[in-house]
């Protein structure tokens, strides 16, 4: 692995990486509203940004240094695989120069038919210095994508398949497992929403985590408040 790849596993290595996301159906929707969002989380000891879309990524980099996991979720009618799902948006993302394109890398089917195989083997080939975060939902999955070549494996997708739902989050259990078994950094990410939690998936030996929802989704946070509410 080249230095430059090295330096960015370095920057987010026992650190906390802050996911800043709002889809077109949520009240923060906005890449000036996400570029806020990382600046904050930059300021707060973040050590990376986990962002969805060119727009947003662009107007992140305005404001923040930090290394970026870039992603694209897109929707196709043949595939449940949404994230970074082809060649396209693997394209348009290593255009953009993140320092990590993460795509989903699990079992399921892609987009046109294709296998995690077929498509990783191409994207590798046309970008063969770039970092990739392969988002898992169990152990086999993260197992194979470390051996496909994949730079990093998450435990993003835990609880998002249909074979893994129900899955309690984070899954201590699971990530202990993978951190001890794989060969490359694994990302904890899913289900991490108080500080004692971050500590305890650090410690069982993720390389890195990655906190979205408890951080930079203030709908999802009031709602979680809310029910506690007596009579709510």
Not at 58 to 69: D, F
Not at 100 to 110: E, G, M, Q, Y
């Amino acid at each position: 692995m080249d230095q430059a790849k090295n330096r960015v596993l370095e920057q987010v290595r026992g650190g906390l990486i802050v996911s800043c996301q709002a889809l077109a159906d949520e009240p923060l929707h906005s890449s000036y509203i996400m570029s806020r969002m990382a600046y904050a989380a930059m300021l707060g000891g973040a050590v990376g940004i986990r962002a969805n879309t060119i727009a947003d990524i662009k107007e992140i980099r305005k404001e923040v240094p930090l290394p970026v996991i870039g992603i694209i979720k897109a929707e196709y009618p043949d595939s449940e695989v949404y994230i970074s799902p082809t060649v396209k948006e693997i394209s348009a993302l290593a255009e953009c120069q993140v320092s990590i394109i993460a795509t989903d890398a699990t079992k399921r089917v892609r987009p046109g038919g294709r296998t995690l195989e077929e498509f990783f083997s191409e994207v590798r080939k046309n970008y063969p210095n770039q970092l990739f975060m392969a988002d898992c939902s169990d152990y086999e999955e993260a197992m194979a994508a470390a051996e496909m070549g994949f730079d990093l494996v998450g435990t993003t997708l835990r609880g998002y398949t249909e074979y893994t739902r129900g899955a309690v989050l984070p899954d201590m259990d699971f990530i202990k497992r993978l951190a001890g078994d794989c060969k490359k950094p694994v990302v904890a990410e899913g289900g991490i929403w108080t500080p004692d939690q971050l500590k305890a998936v650090l410690e069982a030996g993720a390389w890195t985590a990655v906190i979205g929802g408890a951080i930079t989704r203030p709908l999802e946070i009031t709602k979680r408040f809310v029910a506690a509410v007596p009579g709510q």
